[in-house]
């Protein structure tokens, strides 16, 4: 009988620090999933120490390796060779808890259904603190979307989606000489068709490594411009308020400029809205250019 839930790890030169999502699968109190693992072009030793597991485990392990194409190009993989009917990204520096899959697979089966794209419940520090905040008391269901601009939700979640749905959502766009397209380009694509069910547990142990995306974000937006573009022109287009396009439109009007794309405003989908915002993302474009920070986060509690 096929398993219920795939959990995927993209991964690229994190044979240091993997072992820890691999210990806590060891851990599971359900075995009902399949760990995928994509290598996006790893020259470490990723490769024996998956290979070691493989040989080792009880778990089902799948293995896939690919030319480097960036976390977006792994996700495309991977939604590609899912097959069972949930699944859930954990990232290669990141640890699920114990009773993680045994908790989505009760959950999903009590109150999924083809109604909504899934489900998203809470991460945590290493220590159990919840990363932003809780979710509102009594939330049944929302999308990912109205999390953050409705209610108010801060930080990152951990989101499991209906595989049927990450399949029929297009897939990231590869910008030749870019490593990076925002994730939430599906996410917000998905929000427009159906709302999550919210899982009010923590799901995973996050990190978030020196070397990682969170903590370079201004590296990406330099280096990404085209990712970036396509993504704010997207977040424009389905911003659920006045406020929210005005500000995908700033960051849209800085990547443009940074891809030397000089006819954004005729390329956007909110042209009123870009051609307002233009001082303001020219701005912005100048402060990434010449920023000595390495990210925009601010530091949790």
């Not at 009007?253 to 042209?271: D, E, G, Q, R, Y």
Request: net charge neutral; proline share 4%.
């Amino acid at each position: 009988m096929k398993p219920l839930l795939t959990i995927f790890t993209p991964t690229f030169n994190r044979a240091h620090t993997l072992h820890l999502c691999y210990q806590s699968l060891e851990r599971q109190t359900c075995k009902d999933f399949i760990w995928l693992i994509i290598d996006d072009g790893s020259d470490d030793d990723t490769h024996e120490l998956v290979q070691e597991w493989m040989n080792s485990s009880t778990m089902d392990i799948k293995y896939h390796f690919q030319e480097n194409q960036g976390m977006h190009g792994a996700h495309n993989k991977a939604y590609e060779l899912i097959e069972t009917e949930l699944n859930v990204c954990i990232d290669s520096d990141d640890y699920l808890t114990d009773n993680a899959v045994e908790k989505i697979i009760k959950f999903w089966k009590k109150n999924g259904s083809n109604h909504y794209a899934g489900m998203v419940g809470l991460d945590a520090d290493s220590e159990g603190r919840v990363i932003g905040t809780g979710f509102p008391p009594h939330l049944k269901e929302s999308t990912l979307t109205n999390l953050y601009s409705k209610h108010k939700v801060k930080g990152d979640k951990k989101l499991i989606y209906r595989s049927e749905i990450t399949k029929e959502v297009p897939p990231y766009p590869l910008f030749k000489g870019e490593k990076y397209c925002p994730l939430s380009y599906k996410y917000v694509l998905i929000d427009k068709a159906y709302p999550l069910l919210i899982m009010d547990e923590v799901i995973c142990h996050v990190e978030y490594m020196e070397d990682g995306s969170s903590l370079n974000m201004i590296h990406q937006y330099r280096n990404n411009p085209q990712g970036f573009s396509f993504f704010r022109k997207v977040a424009m287009e389905f911003a659920p308020t006045l406020k929210d396009r005005m500000r995908e439109s700033i960051h849209y009007v800085s990547s443009s400029l940074m891809a030397k794309n000089l006819s954004f405003i005729k390329h956007s989908p909110c042209k009123i809205t870009t051609t307002l915002m233009t001082p303001a993302g020219f701005l912005l474009y100048l402060y990434i250019l010449n920023t000595d920070k390495s990210t925009v986060m601010k530091a949790r509690r």
